[in-house]
């Protein structure tokens, strides 16, 4: 039996090595501020990223929004995350929501984001730190920080102009407009919209497929496609070949070329 973190604000399941956290703080829109939800996600990816038996998260929203992201009212009353003077509101962030695109960013397993209803300003960026994203008709993304008068402070404006491109990103930052679920879905934001109903459906047959890989290279394909990001391609390819060695020496591989000669489903052990 594997053991669950236990968590405050977000609910938890593990089956067939597919993990589904959902956020459960629908009385203020699974706000990421003014409540246990980035710690609830930073302390589930930890405890993914250290067992094996996980393949795949979903994350999702219980109720009526996937994340409204900062709390407003904390803003206007300059509670939490932004009480006391420019250097303290620094730290916070710093030391709070900002821990979140970190966890994300070093996530070792494919993270699929059910976008349940409107993802706003940090929740936008939330879902725009997972690999994939599905929605449906009332899916809502927005990044509506200058909309507030503050900037993109959980490091959206990195993620975001990787998904879409440097200049619809900069419309989408510099306008603070909604987008609606098919936009969304044309502009790169979403990978599908689905009807309500088959959301979380369609993200657990998305999540099971996933699972069905050799877990070891499937860990390994996902830290090149973020490290990618960022190295050089000499030292990328050096990476590459590191892990294909590591992948070539498993038995999942010997395991996956003899079902392919044998025309066979793999049965795959994770070693």
Not at 211 to 224: E, I, V
Request: glycine share 8%; charged share 20%; proline share 5%.
């Amino acid at each position: 039996m594997i053991e669950l973190p236990q968590l405050t604000d977000a609910r938890l399941t593990l089956r067939d090595r597919v993990a589904e956290l959902t956020f459960i703080r629908d009385d203020v829109r699974n706000a990421l501020t003014g409540t246990d939800l980035v710690t609830d996600i930073v302390t589930t990816l930890d405890w993914a990223n250290r067992t094996p038996e996980v393949s795949v998260l979903i994350l999702t929203g219980a109720g009526s929004a996937f994340s409204a992201g900062g709390n407003i009212k904390q803003m206007r009353d300059r509670e939490g995350i932004f009480s006391g003077s420019a250097l303290q509101i620094q730290d916070q962030y710093r030391r709070g929501i900002q821990q979140l695109p970190l966890a994300m960013q070093k996530a070792e397993i494919p993270l699929i984001a059910a976008v349940n209803g409107p993802a706003i300003g940090a929740g936008m960026d939330l879902a725009c730190m997972c690999d994939l994203r599905i929605g449906t008709p009332k899916t809502l993304l927005g990044e509506t920080f200058l909309n507030l008068g503050i900037v993109p402070g959980d490091g959206g404006a990195w993620f975001l102009p990787r998904i879409v491109g440097a200049q619809r990103a900069a419309e989408l930052i510099f306008s603070g407009r909604l987008i609606k679920a098919e936009e969304a879905r044309e502009l790169g934001l979403l990978l599908e919209v689905v009807d309500e109903q088959q959301l979380l459906p369609r993200a657990r047959e998305m999540a099971v497929r996933i699972a069905a890989q050799p877990p070891q290279a499937l860990r390994l394909s996902k830290r090149l496609l973020k490290l990618g990001q960022t190295m050089a391609l000499p030292e990328f390819l050096d990476l590459c070949a590191t892990f294909q060695a590591m992948a070539h020496q498993t038995d999942d591989h010997i395991e996956a070329v003899n079902a392919f000669l044998q025309k066979r489903p793999p049965e795959f052990g994770g070693h």
